[in-house]
């Protein structure tokens, strides 16, 4: 990988870590030796285990499923997330289906479980 390639790879892991630190974990940095770490081998490290592991892509030509593959082995029993990103391109998250639609229930359970506290009227009501 020529050293062009490696800082496009590193700028990534950058702009990844910059999103968990605004919006999850304000302490996340980009991995030092990149998956070097037995215990880590994903592109960020973060201060509190989430049950993710990141991989980071960052190249001209997009080799979804090699990376994919390499991420999912690296996650050991994490559930693996790839950012990946083309030239010029957004940055994307690639996760299993099932990881998504277990998020989406995550979510709507508690969505439903706030507004029963927020208005335990509406429960009773509509029962």
Known sequence: MSSSAKQKGNRLEYEVAKFYQRKLDKDA???????????NKGDILKRIWDGWSDECKSREKIAIYDWWEQTVRQANSDKPVLFI???????????????????????????????????????????
């Open 29 to 39: 940095r980009r991995m030092p030796c990149s998956g070097a770490l037995d215990n």
């Open 85 to 127: 990103k083309g030239n010029n391109k957004p940055i994307l998250a690639v996760i299993r289906i099932e990881d998504y639609f277990d998020m989406r229930e995550e979510i709507l359970d508690w969505r439903n479980m706030s507004l029963e506290i927020s208005n335990p009227a509406w429960k009773s009501n509509n029962d």
